[in-house]
Structure formats: C-alpha cells, structure tokens
Antibody
Framework: HLEESGGGLTSPGGSLRLSCAAPGSTLTDAAMIWVRQAPGKGLEWVGRIASKTDGGSTDYSAPVKGRFSVSRDDLDHKLFLQMDSLKTEDTAIYYC??????????????????WGRGTLVTVSS | EIVLTQSPDTLPLSPGERATVSCGAS???????LAWFQQKSGQAPRLVLFDVSTRATGVTDRFGGSGSGTDFTLTISRVEPEDFAVYFC?????????FGQGTKLEIK
C-alpha cells in the first residue's frame, strides 16, 4: 500500500531524506506517521504530520525532536522524513503508516491499516 | 508519555489453544485509542485491531480485543499456525504515541 525509499548507509552527523509514496489520492490529506524499528528491537514512534485541512502540524518523539522533520506533498501523494545530525542509535528500519487517529471524515481508511514495507537506515562510521 | 507494558514477554502455546496478551497503560486512554499489531519475522507490522476491539480488514474473528482505561487484552480464541508472531500494542490516544515492548507468541 505504501512504499518507502531513500534509506542507506551514512556516517554519524550525516543526513538522509526518506520518501513514502502513497497510492493514488487515497491518503491525500490523511494524518500520517513514521515509525522505526532498530535491529532486533520493538517499534518506536518517530513523528506525525496532521492533514493540511487540520493545519499540517507536526509532532516528534523526544529522541528525534530538533533533528528530524516530517513534511508532505499531497499533489504528488508523498510523505517525507528529513533526518539530520544522524546518530548511530538512529539505525533502524523506518516505516511510514496511516495515523489511526483521524478526523471522522477519514475513518473509513483506518481498517485498511496502511503500512509500508520499510526502508533500512544504517548510521555507522 | 504514556508507557505501555505488555505481558507476558513470551507466550508458548500449542495450536488450538487460547492466547491472551495483556497491555497496561501508565495513564488512562480516555479515548480508547488502543491498537494491536502482528509482526512476523522479516515483515512489516500488520494491523490486527484498532479502537480496542475493531478488527482490521481481512482479520479473522478468532482475534478479539477488550479493555478500557489502563488495561487492555488481545485474545486469540484458537491459535492457528499462522498466528505465531510478535504482537505489539500501540496507543494513539495522546502524543507522543507509544508502543508496547512486544509479546512473542511461539510454538510450544
């Protein structure tokens, strides 16, 4: 349903920009999230972007706040995660997903459980 | 931040048995915004339940959810071979969103 790209190997202090392609216009103006999973570990919420209708505000987890930025291009049906000042502990598979907290007008999307397959980010010297 | 604690960490069961996984929240989920995900090795998480007990599209009715406030439960009525996986609870009741640490359902 969703497809992430842009992952790869980078050095500490480096930057990467992840993209998430959404199918057609299905997810246009839906709130979206990024989630990551370090090797062998659990799931960790990274950030969220609200729909443009709801102001397009963003929120981040404490470990990434000030370093990561979520944005969207609804015309091109894409979601982005700009990651700067990367640290070795940011090494993980990064997933984009539909936020289950949606305005009632988009509740019909929630049962579909939109998640990408993930893209691996490795931060190592 | 709402901390989610799952129990047990590992649940060894035989096919046909009933599975019960608990998820405790450090604060009340006032909107009941609690979901469960299933993750198999090498795969992305798959939504199983949201809003405590609503099944995602294509999820068998062997999966059920219950609870309110701070205590939630995922139940699999009769475990099938394809159900063996790791299960995570997830709260989207309040920012920052959080996940439980995961429960591995394994074959006994």
């Amino acid at each position: 349903h969703l497809e992430e790209s842009g992952g790869g190997l980078t050095s500490p202090g480096g930057s990467l920009r992840l993209s998430c392609a959404a199918p057609g216009s299905t997810l246009t103006d839906a709130a979206m999230i990024w989630v990551r999973q370090a090797p062998g570990k659990g799931l960790e919420w990274v950030g969220r972007i609200a729909s443009k209708t709801d102001g397009g505000s963003t929120d981040y987890s404490a470990p990434v706040k000030g370093r990561f930025s979520v944005s969207r291009d609804d015309l091109d049906h894409k979601l982005f995660l700009q990651m700067d000042s990367l640290k070795t502990e940011d090494t993980a598979i990064y997933y984009c997903a539909l936020d289950l907290s949606q305005d009632i007008r988009l509740w019909y999307l929630r049962p579909l459980g939109y998640w990408g397959r993930g893209t691996l980010v490795t931060v190592s010297s | 931040e709402i901390v989610l604690t799952q129990s047990p960490d590992t649940l060894p069961l035989s096919p046909g048995e009933r599975a019960t996984v608990s998820c405790g929240a450090s604060q009340n989920l006032t909107r009941g915004s609690l979901a469960w995900f299933q993750q198999k090795s090498g795969q992305a998480p798959r939504l199983v339940l949201f809003d405590v007990s609503t099944r995602a599209t294509g999820v068998t009715d062997r999966f059920g959810g219950s609870g309110s406030g701070t205590d939630f439960t995922l139940t699999i009525s009769r475990v099938e071979p394809e159900d063996f996986a790791v299960y995570f609870c997830h709260q989207y009741d309040a920012l920052p969103y959080t996940f439980g640490q995961g429960t591995k359902l394994e074959i006994k």
